[in-house]
């Protein structure tokens, strides 16, 4: 099993920048395949970027592509997202997840995570 625990979320104008971090502790970080995903209040929670147990394959949101970046740092144990040019849209909690150990293809669908972290609230003023 796997704590996941993200950190880096606060209030920043539209067109600035963020870094999410979400430190992995439990078993070897490179065995999962992990992603991010966020909820706005009043709405579903929605895919925003995934990668492959080593990082190799990434996915990500329409919404985000171009803007966000998904990284590990295997050395630390963390998994990162790095958010550039926020729009208000991108206001949200944004959870860090990580699929089982034996599932290491990247994964869009929230259903196939079965490890969560607590969220950290990231909020985009106009």
């Known amino acids: 099993q796997v704590q996941l625990l993200e950190s880096g979320g606060g209030l920043v104008q539209a067109g600035g920048s963020l870094r999410l971090s979400c430190a992995a502790s439990?078993?070897?970080?490179?065995?999962?395949?992990m992603g991010w995903f966020r909820q706005a209040p009043g709405k579903e929670r929605e895919f925003v970027a995934a990668?492959?147990?080593?990082?190799?394959?990434?996915y990500y949101a329409d919404s985000v592509k171009g803007r966000f970046t998904i990284s590990r740092d295997n050395a630390k144990n963390t998994l990162l997202l790095q958010m550039n040019s926020l729009k208000p849209e991108d206001t949200a909690v944004y959870y860090c997840?990580?699929?089982?150990?034996?599932?290491?293809?990247?994964?869009?669908?929230?259903?196939?995570?079965?490890?969560w972290g607590q969220g950290t609230q990231v909020t985009v003023s106009s």
């Open positions: 997840a990580a699929r089982p150990p034996l599932y290491r293809e990247a994964s869009v669908h929230s259903y196939e995570y079965d490890y």
């Open positions: 439990g078993r070897t970080f490179t065995n999962y395949a």
């Open positions: 990668d492959s147990w080593i990082g190799l394959i990434t």
